[in-house]
């Protein structure tokens, strides 16, 4: 049994909407709601569910990046991370006092375009967190560069040029070498690799898996695709409209999926090889809006199990066997 | 020759006359040093009935050749600089402005992959699937309205005639798509362009949006739909016949089982190859073809796909290869496969 790096309990993560002539808060986004889940060193926690159903924003919460872009968010619950000086609840740090973990915690982002500054060499932005967090100089903070892009396996030359001049592949091995270079012990990536094509794509996900073997990396994956995140994971996370409906090893949440939203997921990814496809199962209609969600388990009016007492009581996470939980009232205990 | 593939479409490929053949389709586009080829030399037929799926990575050509059949690559900077594309016995590459605006969306109709930038935000979806029945039938603004409520009803807007009034923003990605699939196929059009209809939408809508579109055209007679994707396992469940482009040419076509089962083309078995889902994995590994997507500017000479394959042989360098057609219909664009003929 491995040490637990990061232990997130009850998080719940709400944005109000401001609105009237006096920009008063008129309502909530119930984005995050009473998730947890903890991951321990050197393994893969995937993150996985549908548009809107809060993965991001958990991924969010965790990196801190939340309060600095959304006025009056409010963030319940206590996401601890036990760095090398104890536990630590992230949620309680100032921004000043966040910064010093911010070394520790790093994130890849899903849009290599968008995520690179333009007007930086690839040196220039692989350096700045090494100016913020440590104390190397030029010299030293050079040799770094040169390092990372060749883990990365993008040749040194390229220090010098543009994001501008790189693919969509190449742009994220860059992202990947900025995470990297202060190593961190915990990585968060938020869908690394769906803005990429097939055959990159691919690339990517193996640079990711090697990166965590040489430096002992712990990642927690963030994707709406059930096959890489299966690939990836050492275990994963079902989430359906700002809660964990699922968790439990990648092997049992995929093979045998016990909640009826994740047996859905699964059962409609497309499959190539016409032995493997199965009776799909058709949802009817589509996810709700989460400022106006069903009451009782969320997922019960789609839900094609669900009886009357579903639309009353929000179903606990309960552990049905060996680690792995659903939330679902009509499972039976075994 | 009759084959029935697909579970879910049992319908027979009558191999006789295409609806729509299209022929050594060229098509540039104008760069600050010259011009760069987006498509170079592609050819097919699309049978009636049939669902062909075209697949690529980005970069391909795929979008290209799907916009170039609707004539609406815009000109300049690009130029539809060589080929045919033959509708029903009409040369579509010579046809006025107003002949190309009577086929659009009465004949041929498209459905673009971001459904927010397709429908226009000033007009209520009412006015909008109204005006497409209304410029190509002559019948009644009240009739076109009814028949525009019973469509969207058909593509399951729930209040279809109460929701006639709403704003494209009102509805949500899934239901933007179902009202794209209603605007297509309100003309009943013989053929049916889909543009990545799915690459924005969610798993589970996906599968709804797919089946969707499946029964509606089921219930059009004889019409066939070009499926244009990255996806090769929506191709794989939806097709019959799949043509796997890269570098703007058509590397291999044949039929789902032909592609799936008996993959030739070294970028074809590359790419099943390094699905998540693949059984290739080695060692925890996913197979990854090397290199990237060549830019269009800057394609190699010879085999488009050479500076990335690992089979690759010094006449790949060299020298395009032909499209081979092996004895069961399926053709190949590689020096390594011997086909019985070359097309």
């Not at chain 1, 579903?310 to 939980?325: A, F, G, Q, V």
Request: with cysteine; proline share 6%.
């Amino acid at each position: 049994m491995s040490e637990i790096l990061l232990e997130v309990k009850n998080l719940s993560v709400r944005f109000p909407i401001w609105g009237g002539i006096l920009r008063q808060k008129i309502a909530e986004v119930r984005a995050v709601e009473n998730v947890s889940f903890t991951i321990k060193k050197g393994e893969t926690l995937g993150l996985v569910g549908e548009s809107g159903c809060g993965k991001t924003t958990t991924a969010k919460a965790i990196c801190h990046i939340l309060k600095e872009t959304s006025h009056g968010v409010v963030q319940e619950g206590e996401i601890i991370f036990h760095s090398e000086n104890g536990p630590v609840n992230l949620l309680s740090l100032n921004r000043k006092e966040m910064r010093f973990y911010r070394r520790e915690i790093q994130m890849i982002f899903q849009d290599p375009f968008s995520s690179l500054n333009p007007r930086m060499t690839v040196s220039e932005i692989i350096q700045r967190p090494l100016k913020i967090h440590t104390k190397m100089n030029k010299k030293e903070r050079r040799t770094r560069v040169t390092d990372l892009l060749e883990k990365v396996g993008l040749q040194p030359e390229y220090a010098l040029r543009y994001p501008h001049e790189f693919s969509g592949g190449q742009r994220q091995r860059i992202g990947i070498a900025r995470a990297l270079a202060v190593r961190p012990k915990l990585i968060i990536a938020d869908e690394p690799v769906s803005a990429l094509d097939v055959s990159v794509q691919s690339q990517v996900i193996n640079l990711l898996e090697d990166l965590q073997d040489e430096f002992g990396l712990t990642y927690l994956f963030v994707a709406h695709d059930l096959s890489v995140i299966n690939h990836v994971s050492d275990r994963i996370s079902v989430m359906y409209l700002g809660r964990i409906v699922e968790t439990g090893s990648a092997e049992q949440v995929y093979s045998s999926p016990l909640h009826p939203y994740s047996q859905a997921l699964i059962s409609a990814i497309p499959q190539t090889d016409p032995a493997k496809r199965s009776d799909r199962i058709m949802l009817k209609g589509e996810i709700p809006s989460s400022m106006n969600k069903p009451s009782g388990c969320s997922f019960n009016p789609r839900c094609p199990i669900a009886v009357a007492e579903c639309s009353t009581k929000i179903p606990e996470l309960r552990e049905m066997n060996d680690h792995h939980s659903a939330a679902c009232d009509l499972l039976e205990l075994k | 020759m009759v084959e029935t593939l697909n579970s879910k479409n049992k319908i027979p490929i009558n191999q006789q006359q295409p609806v729509l053949q299209v022929r050594d389709l060229v098509v540039e586009f104008k760069l600050e040093m010259g011009y760069a080829r987006a498509v170079s030399g592609v050819s097919f037929d699309l049978f009636p009935g049939e669902i062909l799926g075209i697949v690529g990575e980005s970069g391909s050509g795929k979008s290209v050749t799907a916009l170039s059949i609707m004539r609406l690559i815009p000109e300049p900077p690009g130029k539809i600089s060589n080929g045919s594309i033959r509708f029903e016995n009409k040369e579509v590459l010579e046809l006025s402005y107003p002949e190309m605006r009577d086929i659009r969306g009465n004949n041929i109709a498209m459905i673009f992959q971001e459904p927010m930038t397709a429908l226009n935000p000033v007009f209520t979806i009412g006015m909008q699937v109204r005006e497409t029945i209304l410029t190509h039938e002559k019948i009644s603004k009240k009739e076109a309205q009814g028949r525009a409520i019973k469509m969207l009803e058909k593509v399951g807007i729930p209040d279809a005639s109460a929701r006639m009034k709403d704003y494209p923003h009102q509805f949500s990605g899934g239901q933007r798509q179902r009202i794209m699939i209603a605007l297509a196929l309100v003309c009943k059009p013989q053929i049916l362009i889909a543009d990545e209809p799915t690459t924005a939408l969610d798993v589970t809508t996906q599968a709804q949006i797919l089946e969707l579109m499946l029964e509606q055209q089921t219930q059009i007679e004889n019409s066939s739909i070009i499926l244009i994707t990255h996806d090769l396992a929506v191709v794989a469940e939806t097709c019959h016949r799949v043509a796997v482009m890269y570098g703007g040419k058509i590397q291999e076509i044949g039929t789902v089982n032909q592609i799936f089962s008996a993959p030739k083309h070294p970028y074809t078995r590359g790419l099943l190859a390094s699905l998540p889902s693949s059984t290739s994995i080695k060692d925890g590994k996913l197979y990854a073809i090397p290199g990237n997507v060549p830019s269009i500017s800057d394609m190699p000479a010879g085999c488009k796909f050479c500076t990335r394959c690992e089979e690759v042989i010094d006449r790949c360098h060299q020298e395009e290869p032909p499209l081979h057609v092996l004895n069961n219909g399926h053709k190949v664009r590689c020096h390594l496969i011997e086909g019985e003929a070359d097309e």
